[in-house]
T-cell receptor, first 114, second 113 residues
Framework: KAGVTQTPRYLIKTRGQQVTLSCSPI?????VSWYQQTPGQGLQFLFE???????NKGNFPGRFSGRQFSNSRSEMNVSTLELGDSALYLC?????????????FGSGTRLTVV | GESVGLHLPTLSVQEGDNSIINCAYS??????FIWYKQESGKGPQFIID?????DKRQGQRVTVLLNKTVKHLSLQIAATQPGDSAVYFC????????????FGSGTQLTVLP
């Protein structure tokens, strides 16, 4: 079956701009989580969506937001980009049920802010 | 805050030898642990997991050991192969963390020919 698909794979944006990243989960998975990966901070949790509702949020500023659609696809948006937002953004999907931690990660979107 | 960390940032092993990657965690409420492998240009790939009611779990060529007394997790890879070269992360979560994974800093495993 198809895995987790993230688009685009690479993005270059200018400081102050905004960006939208997309994640299509595995068919049947209702939970999508987003993580930021940087050399300095490692992998950090951004937020998780389940059935179109944000279920949990990490410690990131309000410039980072997301949403989930009825087909479970998710988007995350970063507004007013800063140089420090340059990172690999990963999404992970899972069934999302109680006690289910079967996360599958996508290959990520590499965002470079110049 | 509490976090999951790794003891060694890099590990080099000879092809065919066994590898051991270690991880220390500090959240005593953690009840589920996962090891991931990340190759260059790819997202983390699930290797093996273990719940806190177990102390050992085996997969194909991999074994995870959990020592809750000292809050230590290890990943053992048998007969390490060149394809095992990657960064390995441990991650933890708990029923109280609302499905949020906390990752360690990662260990770069290099398999020497």
């Amino acid at each position: 079956k198809a895995g987790v698909t993230q688009t685009p794979r690479y993005l270059i944006k200018t400081r102050g701009q905004q960006v939208t990243l997309s994640c299509s989960p595995i068919s049947g998975h209702r939970s999508v989580s987003w993580y930021q990966q940087t050399p300095g901070q490692g992998l950090q949790f951004l937020f998780e969506y389940f059935s179109e509702t944000q279920r949990n949020k990490g410690n990131f500023p309000g410039r980072f937001s997301g949403r989930q659609f009825s087909n479970s696809r998710s988007e995350m948006n970063v507004s007013t980009l800063e140089l420090g937002d340059s990172a690999l953004y990963l999404c992970a999907s899972s069934l999302g049920g109680t006690g289910d931690y079967g996360y599958t990660f996508g290959s990520g979107t590499r965002l470079t802010v110049v | 805050g509490e976090s999951v960390g790794l003891h060694l940032p890099t590990l080099s092993v000879q092809e065919g030898d066994n590898s051991i990657i270690n991880c220390a965690y500090s959240n005593s409420a953690s009840d589920y642990f996962i090891w991931y492998k990340q190759e260059s240009g790819k997202g983390p790939q699930f290797i093996i997991d273990i719940r806190s009611n177990m102390d050992k779990r085996q997969g194909q060529r991999v074994t995870v050991l959990l020592n809750k007394t000292v809050k230590h997790l290890s990943l053992q890879i048998a007969a390490t192969q060149p394809g095992d070269s990657a960064v390995y992360f441990c991650a933890e979560t708990s029923s109280g963390s609302a499905r949020q994974l906390t990752f360690g800093s990662g260990t770069q495993l290099t398999v020497l020919p």
